[in-house]
């Protein structure tokens, strides 16, 4: 199913939970009929895993015949500390995520990691993982560049969207990418002399991370 307005049916639509090094962390799983992959979401900070972008993120990822699984790989508690900003500690609970994902009955699936705002670089460290099945990354975030050498790690097609007039911001999004040895694609959402609404830019890069997750997680898999 695509862009056409239509509704494409879940074969399962409910909230999980994965626990990573004695945290309990929340999901919410949807798996449309026919699935034919998976897309792991980490959201970023000042939101949460049902919040309204994200539920406009899984939907466009539904329309694809991809799967979602959005984290919050904080609790709420935690959410309001500086853990925010814990690259590691929050790519080893993604990671975590990733490995619970690879013992579930989606495991045949192949799996994107989409990573939005402060958990931009959080995908990117996980993607850089030795041995991490992979199979696609987005990033739409301030500063990817934050994952720092697991950059030159991550062998999954990666797409780096970035918006805003802040010039220091897009120099970082083309330092990041630079530094990823698989194919890359860097999109520019909006531009200093006519700045767009953050929540276009959040629509239009829903948009752009479903197609190059579509595009790039491969044909349908057989089940075993």
Known sequence: MTDSGAITALELDEQITVRAEGTALRGHLRIPCGARAIVLVAHGSGTWRDSPRNSHIAGKLTDRGLGSLT????TPAEATTDLIFDITLLGRRLLAVRHWLAGSPYQWMP??????????PVALWTAGEPDVRVGSVVVH?????????RLTRVLAPTLFVSGGADQRIRR??????????????????????NPVPRDRLGMW???LASVWFGEH????PQRP
């Open 71 to 74: 984290m919050d790989l904080l």
């Open 111 to 120: 799996v994107g990691l989409l990573g939005v705002g402060s958990d931009a």
């Open 141 to 149: 975030g301030a500063r990817p560049d934050l994952a720092a050498d």
């Open 172 to 193: 970082c999004v083309r330092t990041a990418a630079a530094l990823v040895p698989a194919p890359t694609r860097i999109t520019e959402l909006g531009v200093s002399t």
């Open 205 to 207: 890069s829903s948009y």
């Open 217 to 220: 997680l491969g044909t349908v």
